[in-house]
């Protein structure tokens, strides 16, 4: 079965850090560009990060630049988000997904090939 699986998340303070992961099962993620993506109610899906499959190539979004770090370990076929001085406008649920090109994960319009489930990221002032 493909799976894209996301753990981490949970609710922190502002200033606080948070580490969220990304996983494959059914294929093999070290052959995609994977990319993080958040929604908060009532706004827009918003790219917040994504990372090219041999970690040459990453966009970070201004929103997040300087905060947010990606990563990804092949060897172990996981991506990490290490968000640090979270405010609470991260506040959203942010999703992992992955794709060929890392173009398609730079914007809300396309369609990632494979889109993991969401975990709630909740920053309290």
């Known amino acids: 079965q493909v799976q894209v699986v996301v753990s981490g998340g949970g609710l922190v303070q502002t200033g606080e850090s948070l580490r969220l992961s990304c996983a494959a099962s059914?294929?093999?993620?070290?052959?995609?560009?994977v990319g993080w993506f958040r929604q908060a109610p009532g706004k827009e899906r918003e790219s917040v990060t994504a990372?090219?499959?041999?970690?040459?190539?990453?966009y970070v979004a201004d929103s997040v630049k300087g905060r947010f770090t990606i990563s990804r370990d092949n060897a172990k076929n996981t991506v990490n988000l290490q968000m640090n001085s979270l405010i609470p406008e991260d506040s959203a649920v942010y999703y992992c997904?992955?794709?060929?090109?890392?173009?398609?994960?730079?914007?809300?319009?396309?369609?990632?090939?494979?889109w993991g489930q969401g975990t709630q990221v909740t920053v309290s002032s």
């Open positions: 997904a992955a794709d060929p090109r890392i173009g398609t994960l730079t914007t809300p319009i396309k369609k990632p090939a494979y």
């Open positions: 059914g294929f093999t993620l070290s052959n995609y560009a």
């Open positions: 990372i090219s499959s041999n970690g040459g190539n990453i």
